[in-house]
């Protein structure tokens, strides 16, 4: 295991090794995201929708999406100065350990777990870990992602 800090570049599967990490930006996550998210998918649970519903049932605050943090961590993953040669996400493995609440900023540390060979010698299988930190370096979610990856 390498276990290398990857550098601003683009990679392919064979350019990495099982420990390589890297770090993505940051990104707010505002009240504006979290009603625009319950407009898309209709999910209007009243912890993300209003300050009392969440103080209700124990919150200090709306409490963002978990799907909307994993779908901010994939843009981040997107946006990072390290690119990889991706051609499509495979599975997702996903756990949500603290609420995100509106107002917190959340990153991610992304490292290669394994790598393997397809049946087509251009393309390969990358398994990525995340862990999703908030301003304060609380993990509140992690979790893998399987990438299919031109060479």
């Known amino acids: 295991m390498s276990g290398k800090d990857l550098t601003p570049g683009t990679y392919g599967y064979g350019d990495l090794a099982r420990g390589d990490s890297w770090l993505t930006g940051e990104v707010e996550v505002t009240t504006a995201l979290i009603d625009a998210f319950a407009g898309l998918t209709g999910d209007r649970f009243e912890i993300h929708m209003s300050e009392e519903g969440a103080a209700a049932l124990g919150f200090k605050a709306r409490v963002a999406h978990g799907l909307l ?49 397809t049946k087509k010698p251009e393309r390969g299988i990358v398994m990525l870990s995340f862990a999703v930190t908030n301003q304060d370096d609380q993990l509140v979610q992690n979790g893998t992602n399987q990438l299919m990856m031109l060479l």
């Not at 390290?82 to 990153?107: C, E, H, M, N």
Request: hydrophobic fraction near 50%; charge should be positive.
């Open 69 to 117: 943090i994993l779908s901010l961590v994939d843009g981040l993953k997107n946006q990072a100065p390290v690119q990889l040669r991706a051609v499509a996400s495979l599975d997702w493995q996903w756990t949500f350990l603290q609420p995100v609440y509106a107002g917190d900023r959340i990153k991610a540390r992304l490292t290669v777990r394994s790598i393997g060979l």
